[in-house]
């Protein structure tokens, strides 16, 4: 007997076979309904006395049968992309005149359903009126659905469904493609941040949280700050505003919701079952975007430990896919399950990791020490990211690599030699940018890393004084190198002066002081050499012979 969902429970064996029989049922795929169907519904949803749902897949296959309302339907994992519908109906009974309920509705949109039918069963056990409701196109209506008015089912039998549901694919996919050309190509996301009393600092994230969306490829199409005193444990920010996404993200063709917080594993999984939309948080975004720019092996690993530190405490089963029962010579246990072995080997893989790291930290640290054996000063390029650090690098030595306008686009420290005037031969090393509320995995995986700021004998702080939040990035910066253990001296470059408008410059300069530059276009490059000349020479270096022809 094929599974019946929902509530069965105080039903009769007979009743649950008869039911399950359903399952046997096939509807033409261009009709709603047949008077067999009809009558076969009525009378058996009126003998158990509960509605009936059915879900029917376009070739007109019963693929779900369930005791109860639409919203007591488990709807098949599978189904629709952006640009389409699921690819599944719902016919269900409803015992006594009603027609289609807000939760009804609602179910049809969220699932984003082919079509939506309701047939109210009399008191006699005969089919009555037939309700039947579509998804209207995007910005097409103020509803997001199209109720058609209710008649006796009979005379619904000749609709033709699949006409009106290739239609409706064709608007969805004509729209996507207007969209496309109008924002550009990549995954489109909505982003939301969240305000609990911060202010302009949850406005700023909010931003930020765009800038991160883009590096990432992807389109943030709308950005959302929702207010509220305090989160929602379960849904963040509440069922209802929830709902509100969902509805914007199918009028926006959007795919992924993107939070400016961090979502703990149940409320991920929550936010998705109810808006049915990808779910990302600011750190898995983050992540992603490191994943994206890690070139050396080094790097790979790094990202690669703190992607498994975060996924391992959200690693959860679904269903009959984590309780097979695993096996193999020497590595399971009787009995585990494939989340336990998922889990294990999760915690396997960070502890090789973790090995793999110790061994470049060693070698990092025999550099290091025969840099120190040199003489050789050393200075650390260190900033918020996007600051213009590899930029500057690349102009204060005359090498490297080229800059580029995206957040995260350094991961692996770049060591470079120039010279100082007074001084003479000084190491510069770029380092991976900073960001506000820097996630603990990447701060612990890139640990041996920031070791090179912390050995820094000096530290250009770049600032990017064109920024409208640029007080607020320093503040950030001069906080993490304070949980660093810096302390080294800082010399604050205020990068991107030709982009800064006057007065932020001279604000910028009266309250934190700093040299300004443009790494861009090679001014204030001597004054920022002549400060840092000045600040190794205040510890004591020694200047090289041939100094004073630098």
């Known amino acids: 007997m094929d599974k019946v969902f929902g509530r069965t429970q105080g039903l009769k064996k007979s009743e649950l076979k008869r039911i399950s029989n359903l399952y046997r049922r096939r509807l033409p795929k261009d009709r709603v309904l047949t008077p067999e169907l009809a009558h076969t519904l009525a009378a058996l949803s009126a003998e158990v006395g509960r509605p009936l749902s059915l879900v029917l897949d376009r070739e007109g296959r019963v693929v779900r049968v369930a005791v109860g309302d639409a919203k007591d339907v488990p709807f098949p994992e599978e189904g629709w992309s952006e ?26 949109f969220l699932r984003r359903l082919d079509n939506l039918a309701a ?14 409701a579509f998804l209207s196109p995007p910005r097409a209506l103020e509803e997001d659905w199209r109720v058609l008015p209710p008649k006796p089912f009979h005379q619904y039998l000749d609709l033709d469904l699949w006409g009106e549901v290739m239609a409706l694919e064709e608007e969805l996919s004509r729209q996507a493609r207007v969209l496309e050309v109008r924002d550009g190509s990549g995954e489109r996301a909505l982003l939301v941040g969240v305000d609990t009393g911060e202010g302009p600092e949850a406005e700023a994230v909010l931003r930020e949280l765009a800038e991160l969306t883009r590096t990432a490829g992807g389109v943030p199409v709308k950005q959302i700050l929702v207010f509220r005193k305090s989160l929602d444990p379960r849904y963040l920010v509440g069922l209802g505003k ?22 703990t594993p149940a409320q991920a999984r929550e936010i998705e079952r109810v808006t049915g939309l990808k779910v990302l948080d600011r750190t898995q975004l983050i992540l992603d975007i490191f994943a994206l720019h890690a070139k050396t092996p080094e790097a790979q690993a790094q990202v690669e430990l703190a992607q498994l530190r975060y996924l391992l405490p959200r690693l959860v089963g679904k269903g009959k896919e984590m309780s097979r029962l695993g096996g193999g010579i020497g590595t399971r246990g009787p009995g585990e399950t494939k989340l336990e072995v998922d889990r294990r080997r999760l915690q396997d893989r960070i502890a090789h990791l973790s090995r793999k790291l110790q061994d470049y930290a060693l070698r990092r640290k025999e550099a290091r020490q025969k840099r120190k054996r040199r003489g050789v000063p050393l200075v650390a390029v260190v900033g ?12 204060l030595t005359r090498a490297g690599e080229e800059g580029e306008d995206k957040l995260f686009a350094t991961l692996r420290p770049l060591t470079r030699r120039g010279f100082l005037p007074g001084v003479g031969e000084v190491l510069f090393t770029d380092t991976v940018g900073f960001i506000r509320h820097m996630p603990e995995e990447l701060l612990t995986a890139f640990r041996a890393t920031l070791e090179e700021v912390r050995e820094a004998d000096v530290l250009v702080h770049v600032l990017d004084a064109s920024e409208e939040g640029a007080l607020e990035r320093h503040r950030v910066v001069r906080d993490l190198l304070l949980d660093l253990g810096v302390e080294a001296p800082v010399v604050l470059a205020l990068n991107k002066a030709d982009r800064a408008a006057p007065y932020d410059l001279y604000f910028l300069g009266e309250r934190l002081g700093g040299v300004p530059v443009s790494a861009l276009k090679g001014t204030g490059l001597k004054e920022l050499k002549e400060a840092l000349a000045r600040a190794l020479l205040d510890l004591g270096v020694r200047p090289q012979a041939w100094a004073q022809y630098t």
Do not use: M, Q, W
């Open 242 to 263: 929830l709902e509100e996404l969902k509805s914007l993200a199918y009028h926006e063709n959007a795919s992924t919701l993107i939070f400016g917080v961090d979502l």
């Open 83 to 108: 640009r389409r519908l699921s690819g599944y109906r719902l016919l269900h009974t409803h015992l006594g005149p009603g027609g289609l309920s807000r939760p009804d509705l609602s179910v049809l």
């Open 384 to 395: 918020y990211t996007n600051a213009g650090k590899t930029t500057l690098l690349r102009a």
């Open 119 to 132: 047939l109210e069963v009399e008191a006699d056990g005969r089919p009555g009126l037939l309700h039947l």
